[in-house]
């Protein structure tokens, strides 16, 4: 299905920038672009009118979320991509961005990491709230049936950088939410697609070294997290975007994946994290840098989370002049 018309919030992510100058032709508006049209702060003094919008600027910090809403005819869909890991900092950003809890229809998670899962309960127990305020049904909380109790990863040492416990099922639904399990490619809110299991086709591309996942009182080496999956759509006019949160699966990949799913149509838009930061994947930057510009093709890259700013460098070297458009949290994309 083509969409008319999609629109994407930055509702989490590692870095805050409000101040850098979007590249010339990006669809991309920095956060305090989005707060300048708006009436609820304006701001009066000395006889000058303006808006106080320094003092309403979102929190950054380590994780990924971000909110699609796409519209084919009259239908609109709203889905959130992730909930980053403090239910808290979700809720702060969502109001500061003026964000209605009781469009969100879906909230669909990219994979079993902290990072992405840990604002779960306290985010979907908000939407769900609202929803019911508003007399609509709850939440679908897509999630991949093969949850992990916990996971993390092995250090040269030995020692091993734990991410804390992951939420459970029951926890989901006591939150209210409507809990389905998917490892397959299917429908997400009517109008996106999200995929199974990501193909590893690149030969670089092959994981997170050292990465563990624990289930119950075993422990399994996992560097390529089968369960992760992205979420992608196709806006008419301009091609393909493809929401990659993390990319274990490798971005290249993802982007391959996607563009399988929609019938080997060009990608417009990769936006998420890279997952190129660390020593033991940086050996990929180069590589993911020249696929993503000539196998991909990508109309533009907005590289954020954890994509680590060797990456980011290399890739504003690469794509900068107007086709750069890095995440960063309160950023808004326009693809219409």
Not at 10 to 19: G, I, Q
Request: proline share 6%.
């Amino acid at each position: 299905m083509e969409l008319d018309a999609a629109f994407i919030t930055v509702v989490v992510d590692n870095e805050t920038d409000t101040l850098s100058s979007p590249d010339p032709g990006t669809p991309r508006l920095p956060e305090i672009a989005g707060l300048l049209g708006r009436e609820d702060i304006a701001h009066h003094r000395a006889g000058r009118d303006g808006i106080e919008a320094f003092g309403h600027l979102c929190v950054a910090c380590h994780g990924f979320s971000a909110l699609v809403t796409a519209r084919a005819g009259d239908t609109t869909s709203t889905v959130l991509f992730d909930v980053g890991p403090y239910g808290d900092v979700w809720l702060a950003n969502a109001e500061r961005l003026s964000i209605d809890l009781a469009t969100i229809g879906t909230v669909f998670l990219s994979h079993w990491h902290w990072d992405h899962s840990g604002g779960f309960p306290v985010v979907i127990e908000a939407i769900s709230a609202a929803r019911a305020a508003a007399g609509l049904a709850p939440p679908v909380v897509d999630v991949h049936p093969d949850r992990p109790d916990q996971r993390g990863t092995a250090m040269p040492d030995g020692r091993v950088v734990f991410l804390p416990d992951e939420p459970t099922f029951a926890e989901l639904e006591a939150s209210g939410g409507d809990v389905v399990r998917h490892g397959e490619r299917h429908p997400v809110g009517e109008l996106l697609v999200g995929s199974g299991a990501i193909e590893r086709q690149t030969d670089y591309e092959t994981g997170l070294p050292g990465h563990l996942t624990f289930t119950g009182d075993e422990a399994v080496e996992d560097p390529l997290i089968m369960d992760e999956r992205c979420l992608s759509f196709r806006v008419r006019g301009r091609g393909v975007t493809v929401l990659s949160a993390c990319s274990h699966a490798g971005v290249v990949n993802a982007c391959l994946e996607a563009v399988a799913t929609h019938d080997d149509a060009p990608v417009d838009l990769v936006l998420g994290g890279y997952h190129l930061a660390g020593a033991s994947v940086e050996g990929r930057i180069d590589a993911t840098v020249r696929d993503l510009d000539e196998r991909i093709g990508a109309a533009f890259v907005a590289p954020g989370h954890c994509t680590g700013w060797r990456a980011k460098a290399a890739m504003a070297d690469r794509f900068a002049g107007g086709r750069y458009a890095p995440s960063a949290v309160g950023t808004r994309y326009v693809l219409a």
